[in-house]
């Protein structure tokens, strides 16, 4: 709720400065990943908020939401010791292109509305957004891949799709 009672907040302001809201999210709001639904979907919900949100006040407020994908943090410790680890299915990317994004995002001459981190990211985003089809396969062979690997079979919150899996080869 933090980004909704901040912007709440400083909406005066930004519309008499016309001023910029940049939201970090994360890919994960555009490509969706297994076994991370409530992380996923937070971010999907801040996305949705910014579009909202220049639908509201975009004639007088620039929006725009960046979408990192991993970044090495202690956010990550937690899902690590569950055994459900993003290595092997997202990529770290380096704190200092999420600042650039950000830096980039408020300093454009107009305001930009999504803006990747990396070209990768740039990548996944668009195949996410146009061919969701094909979004979903590359998730289920990466998942299908780190099952058969073995590297959820500790994961308790993981059994179920590790069984289906199993079951289904």
């Given at each position: 709720m933090a980004a909704w009672n901040t912007t709440?907040?400083?909406?005066?302001?930004l519309e008499t400065a016309?001023?910029?809201?940049i939201f970090v999210s994360s890919r994960m709001a555009v490509l969706p990943l297994p076994l991370a639904a409530a992380y996923g979907v937070s971010k999907r919900a801040l996305a949705a908020y910014a579009d909202a949100l220049r639908l509201e006040v975009g004639t007088h407020i620039g929006v725009t939401v960046v979408y990192p994908s991993m970044v090495a943090s202690p956010i990550h410790d937690a899902s690590a010791r569950a055994g459900l680890s993003l290595d092997g299915v997202s990529r770290y990317e380096p704190a200092s292109g999420v600042i650039d994004a950000i830096v980039r995002s408020a300093t454009s001459a107009k305001p930009l509305r999504n803006v990747a981190t990396t070209r990768r990211g740039r990548f996944e985003m668009a195949v996410a957004r146009h061919f969701p089809a094909v979004a979903a396969a590359m998730v289920r062979k990466t998942i299908k891949e780190r099952i058969a690997a073995g590297d959820?079979?500790?994961a308790?919150?993981?059994?179920?799709?590790?069984?289906?899996?199993?079951?289904?080869?």
């Amino acid at each position: 709720m933090a980004a909704w009672n901040t912007t709440a907040a400083a909406i005066p302001a930004l519309e008499t400065a016309r001023g910029r809201v940049i939201f970090v999210s994360s890919r994960m709001a555009v490509l969706p990943l297994p076994l991370a639904a409530a992380y996923g979907v937070s971010k999907r919900a801040l996305a949705a908020y910014a579009d909202a949100l220049r639908l509201e006040v975009g004639t007088h407020i620039g929006v725009t939401v960046v979408y990192p994908s991993m970044v090495a943090s202690p956010i990550h410790d937690a899902s690590a010791r569950a055994g459900l680890s993003l290595d092997g299915v997202s990529r770290y990317e380096p704190a200092s292109g999420v600042i650039d994004a950000i830096v980039r995002s408020a300093t454009s001459a107009k305001p930009l509305r999504n803006v990747a981190t990396t070209r990768r990211g740039r990548f996944e985003m668009a195949v996410a957004r146009h061919f969701p089809a094909v979004a979903a396969a590359m998730v289920r062979k990466t998942i299908k891949e780190r099952i058969a690997a073995g590297d959820l079979d500790g994961a308790p919150l993981a059994a179920g799709m590790v069984r289906r899996q199993s079951a289904a080869t």
